[in-house]
């Protein structure tokens, strides 16, 4: 899927690269500092990302990232006779599992069926499942597990037809609570434990000031706005610009948007915590093999020849690292009238009169 | 902010793009067919939209698109003595709205102050400004300003203390119901009536079946979802395509994402609405004046000489088209088992293999 | 807990009730006309729902309704020295699923425990118990069970401390997704298929339309409301209404409040169904020993001498079935222009006057 | 509509009263230390609204209550010829305020028109009326309003049609963002500053605790749980007592128990207030008319000879007050493991055994 330099002239939308860092990084996947490419055509993104990764070379254990649980979804939705025939079906489903795992299994040899879930509402049947998927982010591994999974319960299931390969409960690039509650994608935790004197001289604020904004800002603010399952300054931000870099469905930062920023004052110190239940990336699938991707997924070791789904997350854990980087910058420079604002006119001089 | 193309080969994110259509477009700000540019990692897209523009033109009024309202938003953040002297200060906003408007208006001469609306949490003070900002996205300029009215605020009335420039109430890029409600971007509904000889012709199926599938997937499945202001198949991935085309911030697909789908069968014949109330393009500003973005935007009419606003009024309306076809096409494929599989792999053979 | 007629007099609150139908149940709890007590100080909800309950009469199956789950819930809240610890703990939750059962079964004979689920937010454990509970709702024995897993959670795990008996992930008398995602209460399901004939001599309307305004008014009027997991008109009052008059606690309504209402035309027919995925009911517990409430109780058979939970799961379905006479009725009567205000005058003279 | 003490005996819920306090109120509305009355099947409110209230006692201006805002809405939905037809009547209801002015204050000498709102989705067309009620909640009196609007808009706007007199964009008794996004019925914010010494001995506590317990539980919790607009422990308990105390229409605990706790340490004191935005009570309509309502509101100082509105402000505001007791209460216990459970064994054996 590589193209020519002339073609992709015409026939592209190059957004403007950088590589910023490295972010230190520790925890449960990675263990070394790791610089990260930021693809966005917002410049002032790069030095605030690049101020959170300095940030965490002057912390003992850099940003602590723990992947928590990973799995892609796919909901079908079948129309039932009634909701008790839906229930009949629903109270099999656990004799069936033996089955469905084989299905699944013959229709890719990296895709494993993890569980099941369902709803049902009036005649409606909705049955969610959970896949592994390898190093792939797993959309269409999943659909077409999916769909061959869809078409055994409407052949063994009587009183089942044929709705939707997808009911929307799945659910993929909408805002809901799903994602978060029943787990989509990579679920990693970043916790980043600030000494007083770092947030005072590179932060130029403090830990009670930052924890207080992220209450008052991020959860109650967030809440008052109808927010939902979200609580955070701008996640999308630093998402939007890996997920581009590294060829991933980007559409995926809609859920992906949807975490928690919690922070606390620990005697003058800062923890700084940002959960993302639900990054969705893949090491290999569409996007993957064009040139840029590809080289930017090995500069980041995730083109290494590695277990099954270790390459896809570490690349989780690298965008969750980033994604605190920026979100610690941000939240700080709130704090200080004005700053945020001087901030921006600065970087938005052309990135080449600047230092990165 | 052009890069030489040995600077691209480098730093840059090449993401492939294709224009597809035209889409038949006519209603309060468009009349006549465009083609749009869509840049996305996911090639199924472009035939699925491109199947959409073709339903359009052989519609009657083709999509009509109503543009409905106009406006970017951000909320400052005041820590209040007390509910009471947060209360004092928002009865006296409307005395104070003609100082704020010259504030505004010496901030930008394209930034407006349209209302201001706010919200009062035990001692904590959110006011939300609602600006114009011409042919712009408008985050920056919004955000210049209400640096300035916050600065105001603080100063004239007592008892108010700046907390933050921004306090989530706005809500830049995140899932809530804030911006559905008042107002963010560019708020377009899209309609399209198709013949029943068309829909059963070109899209394989019968109005009665997307009704219904629209109101078990789109509407039922996301309540089940936990979603919020969403019913929708996947605006998201159309959404993206074009604002990655034209130079846009793309993290804005989040609230993007946030729309409402409606479909009624109307004697066999297909009504089919997408209500997009948070679009949010600009046709000045960061990223439009990469070159690939420059001549997208003047191929798509939106570089034209025309009164300020409208121009990115265009291109709204445009995208708004774009996300009906593609969502259309989905919907439609849904209803028939196993369509949407059997096109995905058909169309992610490399792209060079095919017609577009 | 019985008051004499003088405590009555001064220490009551004197809600006035009725009682309505009979309403024809079946389904895979009860197969039979019941009649169902109305607490209200809103008058005009009696023949609202009597008018739903002779409804039900001329239906071949009646209401039919379909339990499809029960179980109460109880998520405690700890503090870990960091994510990585909690997911330590998350993972050994399976293997203490033995101890935890006896630790339930030690609190109570009637509690079970049914599940487990969690959630981790940066240094935090929230673990969701789901527990069987008998005839009670189960408030007090999931609270006193959650206390003593707590107390093993706290003592065997490393790491974790004691923040709180209740982290709101349960999540018990609010707005909120969890509770229908995951389950909390009695999840019932109830269908109504109307004769065409019926549906015009009774409702004065017809199923074309109550199903177009089941679309327009509960999914997507309450989708642009940001409503959340809702699609109906007035559950609450119904379930306000039973639950009052059986000694409930009503405060969970709240979480009652959040259903889907599903119509279809079915050639004319009208298929109407409500799913109720938390109504939250015992007849055991506090309240229940009120002296009218246990002649209620007793009167809809639910004190009766049976296994287990059937008395609960026959009152919860009784309860269900009542909520779809009042939404049929008020839906029914918004087709028409005019007709609810006109039966609100009506009503709402004195009871006395009136026939029920 | 008073019942004979023969017919409470058969056909009413008798719910057991107590009435707890005073509470010391301040603010905008009341000055003065009240009463309240509490009715519930649940004995343990009461206790735990009488140690709030004992704290409002020792705190030097009591709790604060500032009335916010006060409005009851109804939202019509009319169908369109299409969005454009929608967009044209909308753009002329600024000039048609006049006139429906005067529609309203004809409905009722009580109702006034305040504000217009609207939603265009597809074809169909929301409008939300925004009335001041005078001492009435509201509900009939709008309704009788909007009916009388919507037929004017039905006959002036061409292209509009009649779909339903409620489209949930109201939205009444339903978990949504909207009432407190744009208000719905009376918001009060309640405050009250504890000091050091209180929160020790009475509370037995600190501020510390309180104030990380209500950011973990109440707004990390129940956004983890998908709550919308919705940051407290228990609002729905209190405000259903209150209601069913006084008479009003409880299932309006729906979205009354939507708001937000904050709390705030402050160098040992302990900040702590509840944000009530959707309190929906009348002191006049349905149900205050019962002997017993009567006579609390009369108590409560509520029916007393004062200008139009005063009464149902005051009644908001000792409303709040309570919500703010309990709240207070069960946060405290809960920050020290076993003290709620153990406080609920103690307070359920029958209120006959116990002083208050």
């Known amino acids: 899927m590589s193209m020519t330099g002339t073609e992709r002239e015409k026939d592209a939308a190059v957004v403007p690269l950088r590589w910023v860092g490295p972010i230190k990084i520790t925890g449960n996947v990675v263990d070394e500092p790791i610089e990260v490419p930021l693809a966005t055509y917002e410049s002032p993104l790069w030095p605030s990302v690049a101020r959170g990764a300095k940030i965490t070379r002057r912390c003992d254990r850099g940003v602590v990232c723990t992947l928590v649980d990973e799995r892609m979804t796919r909901s079908v939705l079948l129309e039932a006779d009634d909701a008790g025939a839906a229930l009949?079906?629903?109270r099999r489903l656990g004799d069936a599992m033996g089955e469905m795992r084989r299905i699944v299994a013959d229709c890719s040899r990296y895709a494993e069926l993890l569980d099941v879930r369902h709803q049902i509402a009036g005649n409606l049947l909705f049955v969610r499942f959970e896949f592994a998927t390898g190093d792939a982010s797993g959309h269409n591994m999943a659909t077409l597990a999916a769909d061959a999974l869809l078409a055994y319960l409407v052949r063994v299931f009587p009183g089942l037809r044929y709705e939707s390969v997808s009911g929307n409960f799945c659910t993929d690039k909408k805002a809901s609570a799903v994602n978060g509650i029943l787990g989509r994608g990579k679920n990693v935790v970043t916790e980043l434990l600030i000494p007083r004197a770092v947030v005072a001289n590179d932060l130029h604020t403090t830990a009670r000031r930052v924890a207080a904004l992220n209450v008052r800002k991020n959860l109650i603010g967030t809440s008052l706005a109808g927010g939902i399952r979200s609580a955070n300054a701008h996640y999308a931000n630093m998402l939007l610009a890996v997920y581009l870099a590294t060829g991933q469905d980007?559409?995926?930062?809609?859920?992906?948007s949807q975490g928690i920023t919690h922070a606390e004052d620990r005697d003058g110190d800062l923890y700084f915590s940002?959960?993302?239940?639900?990054?969705?990336?893949?090491t290999v699938g569409n996007g993957k093999g064009l040139d840029f991707a590809a080289a930017n997924l090995a500069r980041l070791g995730c083109g290494a020849d590695r277990a099954t789904g270790e390459n896809a997350r570490r690349l989780a854990v690298v965008t969750a690292a980033a994604v605190l980087c920026g979100e610690l910058s941000l939240l700080a420079a709130q704090t200080?009238?004005?700053?945020?604002?001087r901030t921006h006119l600065n970087f938005e001089?052309?990135?080449?009169?600047r230092e990165n």
Not at 274 to 279: F, R
Not at 336 to 341: P, Q, R, S, T, V
Not at 349 to 353: L, Q
């Open 88 to 90: 009949a079906a629903v």
């Open 250 to 256: 980007a559409a995926n930062i809609v859920e992906g």
């Open 274 to 282: 940002c959960t993302l239940p639900n990054i969705i990336v893949g």
């Open 336 to 341: 200080n009238a004005g700053e945020l604002m």
């Open 349 to 353: 001089r052309p990135p080449s009169d």
